[in-house]
């Protein structure tokens, strides 16, 4: 079933803010969701056994239903995604990762139906330090 694709993209979203539970808690949640999609996605293998190089997708916003009095999606801590490359690098076949960052401008961000919180994405990545990946240029 799997034999003809190239790679396996798990979706690695953060689906919890600060305001869902305290820091310890969302930090689990967020490791343990990682894990679970790179472990669940490198069990799929082609038939001859052969495991699927993967392409992980992360994004610098929370994927949430956000609250009709809070409707900004939130920017993900850069020390948040930083947890989440430590796991994805020390995983097997990773082939490339993704990060999601969407089609808007700063100002569409704010004023999008579905606004989120605007970043300065390469001064966010500066901040989260674990990038380039060790290998890369």
């Known amino acids: 079933m799997y034999d003809q694709l190239d790679v396996i993209c ?9 305001n869902d539970a305290k820091p310890e808690l969302v930090r689990k949640w967020v490791a343990a969701s990682t894990r679970q999609a790179v472990e669940e996605s490198l069990a799929l293998t082609r038939s001859n056994g052969d495991r699927i190089p993967l392409a992980p997708i992360l994004s610098f916003w929370v994927f949430n239903k ?18 989440q490359l430590k796991i994805v690098q020390n995983a097997a076949r990773i082939e490339t990762i993704v990060f999601w960052s969407g089609w808007q401008t700063t100002q569409e961000m704010q004023s999008a139906d579905k606004p989120v919180e605007p970043i300065d994405i390469s001064q966010f990545l500066l901040s ?6 060790p290998g890369c240029t």
């Open 10 to 18: 798990p979706v690695l979203y953060q689906r919890f803010d600060a």
């Open 128 to 133: 989260v330090g674990s990038l380039p990946w």
């Open 66 to 83: 956000r609250p009709a009095d809070d409707p900004v999606r939130p920017a993900v801590p850069p020390a948040s995604i930083a947890r």
